[in-house]
């Protein structure tokens, strides 16, 4: 499966971007989509998950009540709405794709996009 993310910017704190993860080529209704972000000398980490198939999405702690996942299999495309942005959300934000549809489990996930930057300025 190939994944491209698109969406990221430049925001002011408090504002709201939307992010795309659009995937092509072999994709399982098993599988699950995850949105992780890496800031700058720190390591990537897990923000919000989902699977294919549907269920309840999952959230990192840090994220909850301001950022949805969302799916569209139509478009084979992962949405994640980012609201009430905080300068600790700047980072470059990856989709990956996790064929086993664990979600949670960040070890499984092995394919990946290229990333998108999002900056949020105070």
């Known amino acids: 499966v190939q994944l491209v993310e698109s969406g990221g910017g430049l925001v002011q704190a408090g504002g709201s971007l939307r992010l795309s993860c659009a995937a092509s080529?072999?994709?399982?209704?098993?599988?699950?989509i995850g949105w992780f972000r890496q800031a700058p000398g720190k390591e990537r980490v897990f923000v919000a998950g989902?699977?294919?198939?549907?269920?309840?999405?999952y959230y990192a702690n840090s994220v909850k009540g301001r950022f949805t996942i969302s799916r569209d299999n139509a478009k084979n495309t992962v949405y994640l709405q980012m609201n009430s942005l905080e300068s600790e959300d700047t980072a470059v934000y990856y989709c990956?794709?996790?064929?086993?549809?664990?979600?949670?489990?960040?070890?499984?996930?092995?394919?990946w996009g290229q990333g998108t930057q999002v900056t949020v300025s105070s």
């Open positions: 989902i699977r294919w198939s549907g269920g309840r999405p």
């Open positions: 080529g072999q994709t399982f209704s098993s599988a699950a």
């Open positions: 990956a794709q996790d064929p086993t549809g664990v979600v949670i489990a960040p070890h499984r996930y092995d394919s």
